[in-house]
């Protein structure tokens, strides 16, 4: 079982970058696979960033390819979401996840056992 400890987000400009950070407390956190999803008022929780256990392959969905980095630290329990290049529709809510599995074109909610707690992440000029 994991414990999230989430932080980062806060307000930023379109362009601007950002860093969410999620600490896990709880064993075998190398054997998870690591996601992030964001969700904003009246739609779904979407995934849009994973890594994996055995290899660190990566996942990202469309709409953040090639501005957002997931990345993890085992050593520190951590996992992180790099954002750049902010756009408006960017603004959610972000939680990081751990689930027990992998896959490199899609992201499944049920997938994913233990969150954080969630945090703000508002772009507005």
């Known amino acids: 079982q994991l414990q999230f400890v989430q932080s980062g987000g806060g307000l930023a400009q379109p362009g601007d970058s950002l860093k969410l950070s999620c600490v896990a407390s709880?064993?075998?956190?190398?054997?998870?696979?690591l996601g992030w999803f964001r969700q904003t008022p009246g739609k779904e929780r979407e995934g849009i960033a994973s890594?994996?256990?055995?290899?660190?392959?990566?996942f990202y969905h469309d709409s953040v390819k090639g501005r957002f980095a997931i990345s993890r630290d085992n050593n520190k329990n951590t996992v992180y979401l790099e954002m750049n290049n902010l756009q408006f529709e960017d603004t959610a809510v972000y939680s990081c996840?751990?689930?027990?599995?992998?896959?490199?074109?899609?992201?499944?909610?049920?997938?994913?056992?233990?969150w954080g707690q969630g945090a703000q992440v508002t772009v507005s000029s």
């Open positions: 996840a751990a689930g027990w599995s992998y896959r490199p074109t899609k992201m499944y909610l049920r997938e994913f056992e233990y």
């Open positions: 709880g064993r075998n956190f190398d054997r998870y696979t």
């Open positions: 890594i994996s256990a055995a290899d660190g392959s990566t």
